[in-house]
């Protein structure tokens, strides 16, 4: 059974660069779709992006001026960087694993999530 | 992008109930179509992918349809812990979205 860890500062100022990596335990980075997931206080889910194992990646429109996401298969994580960060940046970010089929060409689902981690931009 | 609408945004139902959340998507999905459960402080956990398929673990009392744009959660002799807050998610489009929620509550 997989289980992923979020880490990194739950507090960052403005037009400051967000950091949180996630650690994939009992499991390797395989062929999933690393993905990470935000959910502001009190809102539903936002879809950040993913990386595929092979390198490929794919991001939210809306955030993909400022987001990047990488994989480091040495140390078994992946991590997300969003730069500029404002108030409304402010959530609980979760990783996740993105499953996926063969026989169904596309379609993606998340089977495992980490506990989230909160960050709040203020100064 | 693709919209995904919950219906409805809440639901009281009572232990015992059967109830149904309906996500439509604002064009064709195909079966592109999983269901979440999100309870209070803790991440979502997969309860149903590719429209119809139970995922490992959950409980046999939910169960999902549909395809195209309309599709339905039942989730049959409620259980107390599955009040909850319920999310679809599409991945036709390259751009994953996710509905508002249902959240639906003890009555």
């Known amino acids: 059974q997989v289980q992923l860890q979020e880490s990194g500062p739950g507090l960052v100022k403005p ?7 996630c650690s994939v335990s009992d499991g390797s980075i395989g062929s999933y779709y690393w993905s990470w997931i935000r959910q502001p ?11 595929y194992y092979s390198g490929t990646t ?25 730069t500029s960060v404002t108030a409304a940046d402010t959530a609980v970010y979760y990783c996740a694993r993105g499953g996926w089929s063969g026989s169904n060409y596309g379609a993606i689902w998340f089977d495992s999530w980490g506990q989230g981690a909160l960050v709040t931009v203020s100064s | 992008d693709i919209q995904m609408t919950q219906s409805p945004s809440s639901l009281s139902a009572s232990v015992g109930d059967r109830v149904t959340i309906t996500c439509r998507a604002s ?4 079966s592109y179509l999983n269901w979440y459960q999100q309870k209070a402080g803790k991440a979502p956990n997969l309860l149903i992918y590719v429209a119809s398929r139970l995922q490992s673990g959950v409980p046999s009392r939910f169960s999902g349809s549909g395809s195209g744009t309309d599709f339905t959660l039942t989730i049959s002799n409620l259980q107390p ?18 509905g508002q929620g249902t959240r639906l509550e003890i009555k």
Do not use: H
């Open chain 1, 41 to 51: 206080p009190g809102k539903g889910l936002e879809w950040i992006g993913y990386m």
């Open chain 1, 58 to 82: 794919n991001y939210n429109p809306s955030l993909k001026s400022r987001v990047t996401i990488s994989i480091d298969t040495s140390k078994n994580q992946f991590s997300l960087k969003v």
């Open chain 2, 27 to 30: 064009q064709s999905i195909g």
């Open chain 1, 15 to 21: 037009s400051e660069t967000l950091s949180l990596s």
């Open chain 2, 81 to 98: 812990e599955d009040f909850a807050t319920y999310y679809c998610q599409q991945s036709y489009s390259t751009v994953i979205t996710f």
